[in-house]
């Protein structure tokens, strides 16, 4: 490997994969950072600094190889629930760093499970990196430390605009989770009950309340695992969005 860093964006073509390719070219001025990419479709993002690399996480013997001439992988691939830890176990054998904007319980379960497998190898693995959880995450831990001692409720309520580009691995994640049964913690204990569909929030900017989705918290789960507080002073976390121009009617669907 040649003495620059260098950086994998596995994804990196991607909706969100091109946004932390920018930061990455806008904060990292010295590091090289790379495309990866499934697919043969020219990067939307035209540097210097930039490679476009064609790798396929289902060949994972190639994969390794070409993940091995990095310093860092980031995936932004998804839905993570269809990858699970199959990405960052090849990471882990190429003995590189990997870090992830994964949002679903059930590869973070799989990803945790490879924690002794990294260790042994000296390879970090950080995981949920991404806004929720990630930025929410920073948040509440941040609130945490400025609220008084005590019970605590801790109400997530995101609002997502229309956006012309949306990645079709997000939507995929956040559409199931729009049904069925929801983690939070409830009274100092993480739980699973069913979805409210009728909540409604009043955001800031916003002049009258709006339709929220009750969702899985990954938060929650993260927090059952590894408080940061006494859980017994959490009496609520949990987890609503609101999507612009998806009604209530609809997400029932």
């Known amino acids: ?116 497998f990294a260790r042994e190898r000296e390879v970090k693995i ?23 001692p005590g019970k605590k ?9 229309k956006n012309p580009e949306v990645g079709i691995a997000a939507a995929q994640t956040a559409l199931s989770g729009f049904r069925g049964k929801v983690t939070e913690i409830d009274n100092g204990e993480l739980v699973l009950v069913e979805a409210q569909d009728d909540s409604e929030y009043c955001f800031p900017n916003f002049d009258r309340p709006l339709p929220t989705v009750h969702c899985p918290s990954v938060d929650a789960w993260n927090f059952s695992l590894h408080p940061p507080v006494d859980l017994s002073q959490i009496a609520k976390l949990d987890l609503k969005i609101y999507t612009e121009g998806m009604s209530s009617e609809t997400v029932k669907l």
């Open 1 to 116: 490997m040649s003495s620059q860093q260098k950086i994998l964006v596995i994804g990196g073509n991607g909706v969100t994969g091109k946004l932390i390719v920018r930061d990455l070219l806008e904060h990292l001025p010295n590091v090289q950072i790379d495309i990866g990419s499934r697919s043969s479709k020219k990067p939307t993002i035209i540097s210097n600094r930039t490679n476009k690399i064609k790798i396929d996480i289902n060949n994972e013997a190639t994969a390794k190889q070409i993940i091995k001439n990095y310093n860092l992988v980031i995936l932004s691939i998804g839905p993570f629930s269809s990858f699970g830890d199959r990405p960052h176990k090849i990471c882990t054998q190429a003995g590189v760093d990997c870090l992830d904007i994964n949002d679903e319980i059930s590869a973070a379960k799989e990803i945790f499970q490879l924690d002794r």
């Open 126 to 148: 950080l995981t949920g990196m991404g806004m929720c959880p990630g930025l929410t995450t920073l948040l509440l831990l941040s609130l945490l430390q400025k609220m008084p």
């Open 153 to 161: 409720s801790l109400h997530l309520r995101l609002c997502f605009a």
